[in-house]
């Protein structure tokens, strides 16, 4: 799952002492597992190595260009969702075919900068949107004669069982268009001069756990594939998104080889490139947030752990009801966790509601969870936290934003340092 273990009730990041970076980087801190990210991505790339495959790693899931430029080398190829992200992955030397490029508002701006850099493929989420890139690459004079490559995004109306907030499959939501009016876009467009609309793609939402819908949404594309090809059109490849479920809790996600092993077999035969855009299943155990408890405070019949990591820091919990297991770093013998899981009460544990210090009632991180006793000082881990933690952190409250470290073996390093109050006002000067 990952390489974060306690060894003698101390919790390392692969050889290191997280105490040890603590000591000299300081809380609220992001530790990363640079072996963690690439034994994920090489699971993926062995699964699926039947088929002509590109993995596109999420950049949005965890963006820092230290991660980005070890997956670039590893093989990695990225899906974006911004021109902010588009600039990320050329700062890691990515190799710019490998990107596709998704997202219902991309402006006119992102859209050159990703023609310019001779992107892979545009995810188009509509009609309106197709009309624009044509427009623009037949405007975009630093490339005369250039035809951009898109997959058309279709809603293939499968539920993942995911959260409301990440189910991004049904029909009727902002992304992508419905199987029925794909076929009228392509024989609108499907034969313009200046794009070449010749992929499918779909992505049924995030943190999935079961294989599936994706089998279902599959299929339906391969129906509509290959009434595309019968009208006369080349669709070379198809992009079945992200959203593979990651292991929150110990051993509930299927493996990338349970998702291929029913996968690849629809996919063999049918002379189409594979485009996969894993986000969490790679990054979410790649990290820990680290903070430290300020004070415990009780208050009628709730105890509370009060800690110097706030929503700002990661969002998920007051936003989508997401769960992290938390654990202290440090733990007698008898308190060592065997799993990461809800259920998980050894003797001599309290339930407490573990919180931030952020002005905002939804400031917390575990509500009556089960922890072993810790006092003020003390530092607790909170796991699975690489995929949309400090990607989706913020200043609110005018707090500065958590430093980041990788570690690699027995080394340590950080690669983005914390951030200053000179650094929250710097841009109002």
């Not at 009727?172 to 200046?194: H, L, Q, W």
Request: include cysteine; charged fraction near 25%.
């Amino acid at each position: 799952m990952d390489y974060f273990n306690y060894k003698n009730g101390i919790l390392f990041a692969e050889n290191v002492d997280v105490d040890r970076i603590v000591a000299e980087v300081g809380t609220p801190l992001y530790i990363y597992s640079k072996a963690t990210f690439k034994d994920h991505l090489q699971r993926i790339q062995q699964a699926y190595s039947e088929l002509d495959t590109m993995i596109c790693y999420s950049v949005k899931a965890c963006g820092n260009i230290n991660i980005l430029k070890f997956m670039a080398e590893a093989g990695s190829g990225f899906d974006i969702v911004s021109g902010g992200e588009l600039y990320r992955t050329l700062q890691a030397g990515a190799n710019t075919s490998n990107i596709v490029y998704a997202g219902v508002g991309k402006t006119d701006t992102e859209i050159i900068e990703a023609l310019n850099a001779d992107i892979g493929y545009f995810n188009i989420e509509s009609e309106a949107e197709l009309k624009n890139l044509i427009r623009l690459v037949k405007e975009n004079s630093s490339a005369p004669n250039k035809k951009a490559k898109a997959a058309l995004r279709v809603n293939p109306d499968v539920d993942p069982k995911t959260h409301t907030y990440t189910t991004t499959g049904k029909k009727e939501t902002k992304f992508g268009v419905d199987i029925e009016r794909a076929r009228k876009i392509f024989a609108d467009y499907g034969k313009n001069k200046s794009v070449a609309l010749c992929a499918i793609h779909i992505h049924l939402g995030s943190a999935g756990h079961t294989i599936d819908p994706y089998v279902e949404a599959i299929e339906k594309i391969l129906a509509l594939i290959e009434q595309l090809r019968s009208d006369g059109f080349t669709i070379e490849a198809v992009d079945i998104g992200g959203g593979y479920g990651a292991d929150y809790i110990t051993g509930t996600a299927p493996t990338a080889a349970d998702y291929a092993a029913a996968i690849v077999p629809l996919l063999k035969d049918k002379n189409l490139k594979l485009i996969l855009e894993p986000g969490a299943s790679i990054a979410a155990n790649t990290a820990i947030l680290v903070t430290q408890v300020l004070f415990l405070k009780t208050s009628g019949r709730k105890k509370f752990v009060i800690v110097d990591a706030g929503m700002n820091d990661l969002i998920r919990p007051p936003l989508y009801d997401a769960f992290h297991f938390i654990w202290p770093v440090k733990v007698d013998k008898e308190f060592v966790p065997d799993r990461r899981d809800k259920e998980l009460k050894p003797t001599g544990t309290e339930v407490v509601d573990v919180v931030g210090p952020i002005c905002e009632g939804a400031d917390f991180f575990a509500k009556d969870r089960t922890l072993p006793p810790v006092k003020r000082g003390d530092l607790l881990s909170i796991f699975t936290a690489g995929a949309y933690c400090f990607s989706m952190s913020s200043n609110y409250n005018a707090r500065g934003r958590a430093a980041e470290v990788l570690v690699d073996g027995d080394k340590f390093s950080v690669i983005r340092r914390r951030e200053t109050y000179e650094d929250l006002t710097a841009l109002e000067r």
